[in-house]
């Protein structure tokens, strides 16, 4: 598949994203010409980013999912960020064009992406064409957007009990999904990652709220009871 036949495809889901919202399609493929847009494929547990190197181009999800990574002091695996088909990842160190950041992202499944560039827009000098100016303006609300999410892992990490964690955890995937009952796109070792706890401690703890009446769940679908933290 190529690009165009790529974004002609996932049209609506681009259509959801912040940077592409309320474009027609005509003016989606000129602000992917501008973005200097990039199909690519990638096999389970490819990397497409290495830590240490620069980053040139963010990434679009259009199938599949990937994770942002870096390591501990320790050399544990935490997962920085899930991004699943119509989130974006990278933008930050593209903007910022960070030349040895710690962070290396891999594909957890089969996964197709946009490679989207910002050179058109940050150039020297500024751009005067009026699409580059908007699409600047809407990559930085897209920027506002991430720095929420990371507000949101911040808040699962500041706890101290792996309960209170999942608690946290477990609201904002309900909250995203807009009821009770939601399905998440992580591992158990790739969730215990996240948020920063002992795979086994994790699944003992999912078992115990499961055995309380807390959750419900099979595999990666789960369903909240009612919640209770701990004292």
């Given amino acids: 598949m190529d690009r165009d036949a790529a974004v002609r495809k996932y049209t609506k889901l681009l259509e959801n994203c912040t940077l592409f919202r309320g474009i027609s399609e005509a003016g989606l493929f000129d602000a992917l010409q501008l973005l200097r847009a990039e199909y690519k494929t990638y096999q389970k ?10 980053l040139k181009k963010f990434g679009f999800v259009l199938s599949g999912a990937v994770q942002a990574m870096t ?16 989130g974006t990842f990278g933008e930050s160190l593209c903007y910022l064009k960070i030349k040895d950041s710690p962070t290396y992202i891999r594909a957890s499944e089969h996964t197709e992406i946009l490679w989207l560039s910002l050179a058109e827009l940050y150039g020297e000098p500024a751009p005067q064409d009026a699409r580059a100016r908007d699409l600047r303006r809407r990559f930085t609300a897209m920027l506002a957007e991430r720095a929420l999410t990371m507000n949101r892992r911040i808040q699962v990490l500041s706890n101290i009990t792996i309960r209170d ?18 399905t998440i796109s992580m591992t158990r ?9 002992n795979r086994a401690a994790m699944c003992r703890e999912l078992s115990k709220m499961r055995d309380e009446g807390l959750i419900e769940y099979r595999r990666n679908h789960f369903r909240i009871i009612k919640f209770e933290k701990n004292s």
């Fill in 45 to 54: 547990g490819m990397f497409l980013h290495h830590a240490g190197e620069p």
């Fill in 165 to 182: 964690k999942l608690i946290t955890f477990f609201t904002h995937a309900a909250n995203r999904a807009g009821g009770r009952s939601f």
């Fill in 71 to 86: 390591d501990d002091p320790d050399g544990n695996r935490m997962i920085m960020a899930n991004v699943i088909p119509g």
């Fill in 189 to 197: 070792e790739d969730l215990a990652a996240y948020i920063g706890a």
